[in-house]
Structure formats: structure tokens, C-alpha cells
């Protein structure tokens, strides 16, 4: 198994910060690297719940992507399992800390092969998720 793993820190509550992962609406603004957007077909945030989404590439290609949230413990975890191609299980992680929020990160590939291949996208990926919904937090916040 290969396993990508970053985190970061959002100057805003768990709560806040799970708040944006927890609202379809949000989800779909803030989901995936910079440039992409989102058309949520199914979005079922409930243990179980189905996933079926289409990312659209500033290449204008469409990724279609199935998944299944395997986990959702509110408001400190989510696991989701990408059932489509490349397969892999994401556990994103809240934890409270003095100055808001560590958001942690972790991608398991069961494969080492795929996660070579998906290396050089998923690494940079990952951060420009955290980029986004750092951005949505905000954004939000200014909103309040």
C-alpha cells in the first residue's frame, strides 16, 4: 500500500471546517485541484452514502468519479472510498488545535503501481484541495 499524506492548519472551528465538507453545495465549489469544477449527480453524506460526481478539467475534459463515503463521523472524520479508477481510500481527519482546525490528509493506494503513476497529480492535487477549501472557509466566514 502507498499512502500520500499532507495536512493544514484553517484559522476556523472543526465544526466550520467539517461544514464545508458536510453541504453538497459547498462540497461541489471547492472539491478537487485548481481549475476544475464539479456536477454532483449523487451525494448521499450519510455512512454508506453513494458518491457520483463529474470533475471538469480546465483541459476541458470530464473525470467521471464513484465513491462511497465508508465513514462519516461528524464533525472529526470522513473516509471515502474512490470506487471508479484509479481506486484509493481518502480519510480526511479534523482535528481542534489552539489557532482552529489541522485537517489531515491521507490517500491509501492499494496498489504501489497506480500510486506511482498518480504520484506527480495526486501530490500537487492534494494541496490545491487544501487551497480550496481553506478559500470556501473563508469565503464563508466573510460571508457570516
Same mark, same amino acid.
Given at each position: 500500500?502507498?499512502?500520500?499524506?499532507?495536512?493544514?492548519?484553517?484559522p476556523?472551528?472543526?465544526?466550520q471546517?467539517?461544514?464545508?465538507?458536510?453541504?453538497?453545495?459547498?462540497?461541489?465549489?471547492?472539491?478537487?485541484?485548481?481549475?476544475? *469544477?464539479?456536477?454532483? !449527480?449523487?451525494?448521499?453524506?450519510? #455512512?454508506?452514502?453513494? /458518491? &457520483?460526481?463529474?470533475?471538469?478539467? $480546465? %483541459?476541458?475534459?470530464?473525470?467521471?468519479?464513484?465513491?462511497?463515503?465508508?465513514?462519516l463521523?461528524?464533525?472529526?472524520?470522513?473516509?471515502?472510498?474512490?470506487?471508479?479508477?484509479?481506486?484509493?481510500?481518502? *480519510?480526511?481527519?479534523? !482535528?481542534?488545535?489552539?489557532?482552529? #482546525?489541522?485537517?489531515? /490528509? &491521507?490517500?491509501?493506494?492499494?496498489? $504501489? %503501481?497506480?500510486?506511482?503513476?498518480?504520484?506527480?497529480?495526486?501530490?500537487?492535487?492534494?494541496?490545491?484541495n487544501?487551497?480550496?477549501?481553506?478559500?470556501?472557509i473563508?469565503?464563508?466566514?466573510?460571508?457570516?
Amino acid at each position: 500500500m502507498t499512502t500520500f499524506n499532507t495536512s493544514r492548519e484553517i484559522p476556523a472551528s472543526v465544526e466550520q471546517v467539517f461544514a464545508a465538507i458536510n453541504d453538497p453545495e459547498r462540497l461541489a465549489r471547492w472539491w478537487g485541484p485548481a481549475g476544475f *469544477t464539479n456536477t454532483f !449527480t449523487v451525494c448521499e453524506l450519510v #455512512t454508506g452514502g453513494r /458518491w &457520483s460526481f463529474i470533475m471538469h478539467g $480546465p %483541459d476541458g475534459k470530464n473525470y467521471p468519479n464513484e465513491c462511497i463515503f465508508a465513514e462519516l463521523e461528524s464533525p472529526a472524520k470522513l473516509l471515502v472510498q474512490h470506487v471508479s479508477e484509479p481506486k484509493f481510500r481518502l *480519510t480526511i481527519g479534523l !482535528t481542534p488545535t489552539p489557532a482552529g #482546525t489541522l485537517v489531515s /490528509w &491521507s490517500q491509501a493506494f492499494d496498489n $504501489p %503501481d497506480v500510486a506511482s503513476q498518480v504520484e506527480h497529480i495526486v501530490v500537487p492535487a492534494n494541496e490545491q484541495n487544501l487551497d480550496r477549501l481553506s478559500a470556501e472557509i473563508a469565503r464563508k466566514q466573510d460571508d457570516d
